[in-house]
Each structure stands twice: as structure tokens, then as C-alpha cells.
């Protein structure tokens, strides 16, 4: 396990930052695209028309990197997925196989599911498993590894950095080894009320001990952050600890109240 999104992480930050550009900056863009259709020789003598335009041209170089990011973290993850064998295994992680019973059983979705581990392992438990992923190498694996074991899954390649889960459909939604915090919240409005959320996720702990795993620390929880993230939830299960001598991490089971 491991080596999760460390390597693309210094991108999506950036990611993260820009695209929260607010609407002025927006409305300066267009204006300085407009004035530099109409040509902004004539312009320059102006001093806030000169503004636009440059606005402009810094935007220009934000947004065009931008709209290759998705790209480019594809394009990474297919290439890990690319040989035969199971990077991950095709045992379902242990928290899971362990308090599967706690979970209401109905439609789950498996967050940034790689090659199916977790959602095969939830179909074979009676659930309706949708899965996604950035990566369609993964995509592929995952709908393989359900046919070896007599399942369907619905699996589909979906960037979650701008996918929109759709609001109270889940009753459970299933997040292994994939950190992005601003994705929480629409988690838990994905969760139809009384839905469960089943969380497990490197902790700090994990790169402090010297284990394999994302070294970057945007992508490794602090002390109690996953509990924090899901305070206004009922917790049914919390813990932090160092599994096995091999893995730091954070494992949550929290249910929404309303
Ligand atoms: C460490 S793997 C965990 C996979 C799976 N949850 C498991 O436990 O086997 C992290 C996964 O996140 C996926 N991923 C990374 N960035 C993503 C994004 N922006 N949108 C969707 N999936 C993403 C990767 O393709 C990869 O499969």
C-alpha cells in the first residue's frame, strides 16, 4: 500500500488555491480578453485598461495549466495500473471486512476506488455498488476483478476534484486511502439520512514512523482530523493506531443524523 497521490500532490494544492478565484478577477479576465481583441496597442497608455489586460494574461497562464491537471493525474494513475496484478491487492481492506455487519445495507459508493477491492467486497455483501475513480486502467481492473467473483458493480471514471456526487442517494459510501478534505462535506450530503460513512486513511503518524505511504502532509490526516471532519455526524467507530508495525492510520464508521 501506499504512494498514494504524494507525486501529484504539489499540483492539486495549486489546484485547490486557484480554484477558488473569486468573480472579480473573472470579470477583470473578460474585460482584458475584450480589450485585447480590440487590439491593446491603443490601450496600454491607459493605466487601468493595462491592468486588464495583464490580469488577463496571468489568468491565461493559471487556467490553461489547470485544465490539464485532471489530465495529467489520469494519465499517473493509469500508468501504476498498467500491469497485470493487483497493485493493491484483491483483498478487501481489514476495517472493512470487520464491521461490514454495522453498515445498513442498500446503495453504496466506493470513493476513488482503484482496482475494486472495496466494492467487490461490498457487492459480494449484498450491497448496490457504484464505484469511481480518475483512473480507467483501474476502472477496468475493478469491473475484472468483479466478474472473477460473480458480482456487478457500477464502475465509472469520475476526477473527484470535480465530479458532483449526487445528494442523499447513498446508504453507505465506502473512502480508502484517498484524502481530499474539501470533498467531505459533499459526502456527507450524498448520504441519504441514517447512512453510514465507513473512512479509513494515513495518519501523519505514517510518514513520522518511516512507513511507505504519501510523505506530503496535505494528504496524511492530523490528530483526531477524521473525527473532526465528521463531528456534526454520530460516530460509531473512531480509532488511531499503527496497524501491524507496517501503516499508521485513521478509521472512522460515522452515521448522518439528518
Ligand atoms: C491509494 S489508491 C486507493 C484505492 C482504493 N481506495 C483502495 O483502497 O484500494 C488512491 C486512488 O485514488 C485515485 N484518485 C487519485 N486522484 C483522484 C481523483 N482526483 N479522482 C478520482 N480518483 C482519484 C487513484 O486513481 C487511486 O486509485
Redesign the pocket.
Known sequence: ?GH??EE?SEQRLFIGRISGCPAFPITLCKIGYKKHLQGNKKYVHNARNFLYIIVFYVLLGCVVPLSFA?EK?KIF?DKKYETESYI?GKET?EFLREHVDLLPRGKAL?I????G??AVFLAKNGFDVDG????ES?IKKALDLATENDVKIHAFV????T?KLPKNTYDVIAC???L?RDLVPQMKEALKPGGMMIYETYTIENRELGFEGPKNKDYLLKPNELLDLFKDCKIIYYRELVLNNKKAVASLIAKKVN
Open positions: 500500500m498514494t497521490i501529484i485532471g493525474d494513475w493493491f481492506v466506493d476513488a476506488m482503484g482496482e477491492r472495496n469511481c475513480d480518475i483512473s483501474a469520475a476526477d473527484l476534484e465530479y480508502f486511502y484517498y481530499q
